[in-house]
């Protein structure tokens, strides 16, 4: 996922002039870095459509206003459902009523720029947000909202602030953004995505020679939930001897959850190239490739012969290889020497095709009995959610579910979305272990049709998926029970 502010996009939008327009005025000033938004929003008011007749659907309340909305969480104390806009903006949603109220903003918490939300179990809400500062730089703090003693009165702090780090100034600072907290709420794990689509130089016209990615880019950090003013060096060394360094070789992990087991997974998504966008079994102290394996093949520009002239997996609709970061990089840092985790396999039957790097064609994994690591390119998956109180029918009892936010073109490549594939919808993922090491998964759609679906929340057999386009809508999908 990438930055909304990438220059030349035009190939890449999914709306007419006007209603790109809109969006760029209302959120002139946002960072929000995720691949998603580079592809655009649509502009129209989808009505998503269940594939499934077990299945229903309604609009609880639309949610547009000047600042987009980005997340949606329970509490899980009472499973009354919140909503972020990215300026920081926390609305309360009545279900019964359908509609929402605000209740916390940038007064409260002292954050204008907001990627992250999540609630633990004594109700403590966790916001991510990130600064700009001087030199082309950025710094990440995350703040959370305590219930005062006795009261519903949020006393807000701040849990950890970063030092400051370089920016890429491009489509590609991913920073801060996707937080969860542990079962047992002892820890928070944030995503900080890299400042790079593949690994490249992005030295920003010289201002920092020959930087990559730097100590606090590309991870997960691994936080306790009572910590107060931690201080997040840009040195990857000080935050693995903080115990702060979870998983390294990330790209952007927007969205992470807990499976019924307290398994940790998270979505991965894919560079300006066909390559495969992920879902992994986050573990501690594991690396998951980036920038040397994306979507379970090499990144090819790590090899001295690379000709990117050859490279039929480099489309002109994507920014990155309109600006010729794909390149020849003979000085590109060498391959970790420990073993790089792998995604985990889909089985198909959907968000399964490809591009072969031999011929160029698109194809289907599953129909041709492959394994596939995991998800069609520029699917953009988010809105992880599990079953993890067991409600839903056998066929979907304790299992995931999955958004992707991408608009694709279902029978052909015209759009710079997943190609074959519709997006926009909600996935079933039927997740089976594989020993103690990786999982396998069959991923089947269940619901198409939304304006850029961007996170999700499940309460017993519901799940509520917000949108970042059209209306805004919350949609309530109702699951069939046991």
């Not at 969480?73 to 019964?96: C, E, H, M």
Request: net charge neutral; with cysteine; aromatic share 10%.
């Amino acid at each position: 996922m990438n930055s909304i502010k990438s220059p030349n996009q035009k190939q890449r939008r999914f709306i007419g002039k006007f209603a790109l327009k809109s969006y760029f005025v209302a959120a002139k000033t946002l960072l929000f870095t995720i691949v998603l938004l580079n592809y655009g929003t649509t502009g129209v008011n989808a009505e998503p459509k269940a594939l499934r007749p077990d299945i229903q659907i309604r609009n609880i309340t639309n949610t547009i206003s000047v600042s987009p909305s980005v997340r949606i969480v329970k509490d899980p104390r009472n499973n009354t459902l919140y909503y972020l806009k990215q300026n920081g903006d926390i609305y309360q949603v009545n279900l019964g009523l359908s509609n929402s109220r605000p209740v916390y903003d940038s007064s409260n918490h002292n954050l204008g720029e907001t990627q992250g939300m999540a609630i633990g179990p004594n109700g403590t809400i966790y916001l991510v947000g990130n600064a700009d500062l001087v030199n082309n730089q950025t710094k990440g703090i995350i703040v959370k909202g305590e219930i005062k003693s006795g009261t519903e009165e949020r006393v807000w702090s701040i849990l950890a602030k970063s030092a400051g780090y370089p920016k890429s100034r491009t489509a590609y600072d991913h920073r801060f953004n996707g937080v969860v907290v542990s079962p047992d709420g002892n820890f928070i794990y944030v995503n900080s995505g890299s400042r790079t689509d593949h690994g490249e130089v992005q030295s920003v016209n010289g201002l920092y020679p020959d930087t990559r990615e730097v100590g606090l880019t590309a991870c997960i950090l691994r936080l306790p939930t009572n910590g107060k003013n931690l201080f997040l060096a840009n040195d990857r060394a000080t935050l693995k001897a903080a115990g702060y360094i979870f998983a390294e070789g990330i790209r952007n992990t927007f969205d992470m959850a807990f499976a019924p087991n307290g398994d940790l997974f998270g979505t991965e998504n894919g560079p300006d190239r066909d390559m495969s966008e992920e879902l992994n079994w986050l573990r501690r102290g594991g690396n998951y490739g980036f920038p040397w394996r994306i979507g379970g093949t090499d990144n090819p520009q790590q090899f001295p012969n690379y000709d990117p002239a050859k490279d039929l997996l480099l489309s002109p609709k994507f920014n990155a290889v309109q600006r010729g970061y794909f390149r020849n990089d003979p000085t590109f840092p060498a391959r970790p020497t420990e073993n790089l985790i792998e995604p985990i396999p889909n089985l198909g039957p959907d968000a399964d095709n490809f591009r072969d790097p031999v011929d160029g064609q698109v194809k289907d994994a599953s129909v041709l009995g492959q394994p596939f690591s995991s998800f069609t390119s520029h699917r953009s998956p988010l809105g992880l959610v599990f079953d993890t109180q067991g409600v839903l029918s056998p066929e979907f009892n304790r299992d995931g579910f999955m958004l992707s936010f991408t608009t694709g073109d279902p029978t052909g490549e015209t759009l710079a979305g997943p190609f074959k594939d519709s997006g926009q919808d909600l996935l079933h993922l039927n997740l089976t272990k594989v020993g103690n090491t990786n999982y396998k998964f069959n991923a089947t759609r269940i619901v198409e049709g939304f304006s850029n679906p961007i996170d999700a929340a499940i309460i017993g057999n519901k799940i509520y998926v917000i949108e970042y386009g059209g209306n805004q809508g919350i949609w309530e999908i109702t699951m069939p029970t046991r």
